[in-house]
């Protein structure tokens, strides 16, 4: 398999569910981003790992909790969402360091909706 | 603040050409983006250009960017009823922030 690879593709929850996006990437890249992106907003950055660290949360909300045990999986877990948390969740990865800003190579994404 | 600004809707016939056309704010930007995405999936990288050039072609595309105005665009020739999609333009302002446009969704008549 190649590229960056999320399941489920498709994903429906109750609000007192508990559940998790994942995401894997074969590029060997060691930077992977999550991404909300609603219809008629742009695409929001949620979180960013590099080499498993966490370099950025974007004032998200502590429903959603990211894990990263690798360089090459990426979770997203989902505990008691809000019926404006359905949207599509894409997952990313690049290869960060020298050259500099190299592009995001992204999944197919999640269609979360919540019930 | 950052932001990157893109037309929401274009339509063209097929075999027509199609421009695409985006601003943005940050001068630092090193790299710009194109970004295709069809019903159902994610975001395919088309094509990017480095700040320092002016234009990029690729087969069909060609990235043209004006550094003084800030404006990017994409032109794609002989535009196919496949090439109907969301194409977003993104700049990368540094180490891991890529700013996004909201979208333009191209419509190809037959």
């Known amino acids: 398999e190649t590229g960056v690879t999320q399941t489920p593709r498709h994903l429906v929850m109750g609000m007192t569910n508990k559940k998790s996006l994942k995401c894997e990437q074969h590029l060997g890249h060691n930077a992977m981003y999550w991404y909300k992106q609603s219809a008629k907003k742009p695409l929001e950055l949620m979180f960013v790992y590099n080499f498993k660290e966490q370099t950025e949360n974007n004032s998200v909300p502590s429903r959603f909790s990211p894990e990263c045990p690798n360089s090459s999986h990426l979770f997203l877990h989902l505990h008691t969402l809000q019926p404006e948390d359905s949207a599509l969740y894409l997952c990313?990865?690049?290869?960060?360091?020298?050259?500099?800003?190299?592009?995001?190579?992204f999944g197919d994404g999640t269609r979360l909706s919540i019930l | 603040g950052e932001d990157v600004e893109q037309s929401l809707f274009l339509s063209v016939r097929e075999g027509d050409s199609s421009v695409i056309n985006c601003t943005y704010t940050?001068?630092?930007?090193?790299?710009l983006y194109w970004y295709k995405q069809e019903p159902g999936a994610g975001l395919q990288l088309l094509t990017y250009i480095f700040s320092n050039m002016d234009m990029k072609q690729d087969q069909r595309l060609t990235v043209l960017l004006n550094k003084k105005d800030k404006h990017l665009s994409l032109r794609i020739a002989d535009t196919q009823t496949g090439d109907s999609a969301i194409y977003f333009c993104?700049?990368?302002?540094?180490?891991?922030?890529?700013?996004f446009g909201a979208g333009t969704r191209l419509f190809v008549k037959a």
């Open positions: 940050d001068s630092s930007s090193t790299y």
């Open positions: 990313a990865s690049s290869q960060e360091g020298t050259p500099r800003d190299q592009p995001q190579h």
């Open positions: 993104a700049e990368n302002t540094g180490g891991f922030k890529t700013i």
